[in-house]
């Protein structure tokens, strides 16, 4: 509650000072935040497809080691790559 009266009154005061500069401090506001929500949107998605190629190597990699000696015996080497 004590946010919100000292966002009010120091935009009433701001305002009544140099209007023009309280209109670019909204815009300016407004702009950052649209911008953090499509880029951090996007890496959202792109940190997920990260991880989840990750958990597919490690994977993969522990699935040949277990089945190292099987893979050797029957010369699977480019069937595993």
Known sequence: LRCIID??????????????????????????????????????QLNFTQLQREADLRFALVRVRECAESIAFYRGERREK
């Not at 670019?24 to 953090?36: K, M, P, R």
């Open 7 to 44: 966002l009010v009154s120091f935009s009433i005061i701001l305002i009544s000072i140099y209007p023009r500069l309280f209109g670019a401090l909204i815009g300016y506001a407004t702009a950052g935040t649209c911008i953090s929500y499509f880029v951090g949107r996007r890496l959202i």
